[in-house]
């Protein structure tokens, strides 16, 4: 079955600080791949996504993201966190076939301390 | 850029009632998404839509919802008898024929069942 884990349900970092929000999906085959941000009470924001091709993309906010094959990873990063970057993070994993769906992690939540 | 829009962004109704959640997807959109957040949790597919009919619905979407596109523009959610758990952050999607895999989220409508 189709699953997106993403281990750490909260992350505290101090602004300027690195980052790295980890998700891990299953899938049958290499599926599309998405990180969305969303503030308290907001809708979904996304931040970058991939398809294919260069296994590193780049998003907005100055976010990054590698897909890993071998480890079924697309952990994203980000390398000095603004304080602004506190909110909770979804990964997703977009079907490549059918209605193409997305099936989203369960989120994890980022606080930045000052 | 074009944008998907929804309709109340807030709804408070008594369990029992009838809810009828709106959605404009963007113009040359022709698949057509819901999920649904319950709070502190993570987004959930209920539902696919295309070509005036459901294309996959998750078991969430059970029989007391339904979807339509009543006219060229607007794509509902009807909530028949709601229930205390139907409270959530509803989100609207919707995609292009031909790059479905990119699907573009609403801002979302928070219903809340008393």
């Known amino acids: 079955a189709q699953s997106v884990t993403q281990p750490d349900i909260h992350i505290t970092v101090s602004e300027g600080a690195s980052l790295e929000l980890r998700c891990n999906y299953s899938?049958?085959?290499?599926?599309?791949l998405f990180w969305y941000v969303q503030s308290p009470g907001q809708g979904l924001q996304l931040l970058l996504k991939?398809?294919?091709?260069?296994?590193l993309v780049q998003g907005i906010k100055g976010f990054e993201a590698e897909f890993k094959r071998s480890q079924s990873s697309f952990n994203l990063r980000k390398p000095s966190v603004h304080w602004s970057d506190a909110a909770e993070y979804f990964c997703?994993?977009?079907?490549?076939?059918?209605?193409?769906?997305?099936?989203f992690g369960t989120g994890t939540r980022l606080k930045v301390l000052a | 850029e074009p944008e998907v829009t929804q309709t109340p962004s807030h709804q408070v109704t008594q369990m029992g009632q009838e809810v009828i959640l709106r959605c404009v997807p963007i113009?040359?959109?022709?698949?057509f998404y819901w999920y649904r957040q319950i709070l502190g949790q993570k987004v959930e597919f209920l539902v696919s839509?295309?070509?005036?009919?459901?294309?996959?619905k998750s078991e969430i979407f059970d029989d007391q919802f339904s979807v339509e596109r009543p006219d060229g523009s607007n794509f509902t959610l009807k909530i028949r008898s709601t229930k205390l758990e139907d409270s959530a952050m509803y989100f609207c999607?919707?995609?292009?024929?031909?790059?479905?895999?990119?699907?573009?989220f609403g801002p979302g409508t928070r219903l809340l069942v008393l």
């Open positions: 991939y398809f294919s091709g260069d296994t």
């Open positions: 997703a994993v977009g079907a490549t076939s059918g209605t193409y769906k997305y099936i």
């Open positions: 899938y049958g085959a290499t599926p599309y």
């Open positions: 839509f295309y070509n005036n009919e459901i294309s996959e």
């Open positions: 113009s040359n959109h022709l698949y």
């Open positions: 999607a919707s995609s292009e024929i031909q790059r479905r895999q990119t699907q573009y």
